[in-house]
């Protein structure tokens, strides 16, 4: 399977500090993402990172991606209480989309 | 608005009987996608389809059905073959593909709980 494995499964920060997610997939990308989702709600893109790209950034979002260690990590900067949510990687091979069982991020006020 | 709307976004089905989930999207994308989510777990794909009148099985395919009649809507049905249909149910779109390839994001809908009694 090329399902992208997050790491930590589960994260509980204060308010104002950072969280650093992990993503690790298995076989060759054409991009990765990083998408949110609220409790009971659907997905929210985040961000994308090509395959030929090493860092990326958005707003308070940074992403970095290693081919060569097929891993990529999402940093959220300054975290608010806001920011709680589940966080999934997703890779892309030509027209399909794999997801991983994403980190459950726990931002206490 | 543009956007994917989902119905229901609840359901409840007896043990049996087959139950049709609703996706219809008008932002003009030709990829579709349905996902299903269990309880702290990630997202398996079911069905997808690139083009009207076309679909290709995903990772787990037993046990569910979709069409793709019109470009706006994606239904997948759920039927007495599926074991353990207890689940939440996403639908998901995409522009489409460029040389083959998909370059872009997916958009969610806001998903439907089925809960087997």
């Known amino acids: 399977s090329q399902q992208g494995e997050e790491d930590p499964q589960a994260l509980s920060i204060q308010e104002g500090e950072n969280a650093t997610m992990n993503c690790s997939y298995k076989t060759s990308i054409n991009n990765l993402q990083w998408y949110r989702q609220n409790s009971g709600r659907g997905l929210v893109h985040l961000i994308l990172?090509?395959?030929?790209?090493r860092e990326k950034h958005s707003g308070r979002l940074r992403v970095t991606l290693d081919t060569s260690k097929k891993s990529s990590s999402l940093l959220i900067t300054a975290s608010r209480a806001a920011d709680t949510a589940s966080y999934f990687c997703?890779?892309?091979?030509?027209?399909?989309?794999?997801f991983g069982s994403g980190t459950k991020l726990n931002v206490k006020p | 608005d543009g956007g994917i709307t989902q119905s229901p976004k609840y359901l409840f089905r007896k043990e049996g009987q087959n139950v049709t989930l609703s996706c219809e999207q008008n932002l003009n994308h030709d990829a579709m996608y349905w996902y299903r989510q269990d309880p702290g777990q990630g997202l398996r794909l079911i069905y997808y389809s690139q083009i009207v009148n076309d679909f290709q099985k995903g990772d787990i395919a037993e046990g569910y059905s979709v069409s793709r009649e019109k470009k706006e809507s994606f239904p997948l049905t759920v039927t007495s073959a599926q074991k353990n249909p207890t689940a939440f149910y996403l639908c998901?779109?995409?522009?489409?593909?460029?040389?083959?390839?998909?370059?872009?994001?997916?958009?969610f809908g806001e998903g439907s709980r089925l809960t087997v009694l």
């Open positions: 997703a890779t892309t091979n030509f027209n399909k989309f794999y």
């Open positions: 990172i090509r395959s030929n790209e």
């Open positions: 998901a779109t995409a522009e489409g593909l460029a040389g083959g390839v998909n370059t872009g994001e997916l958009f």
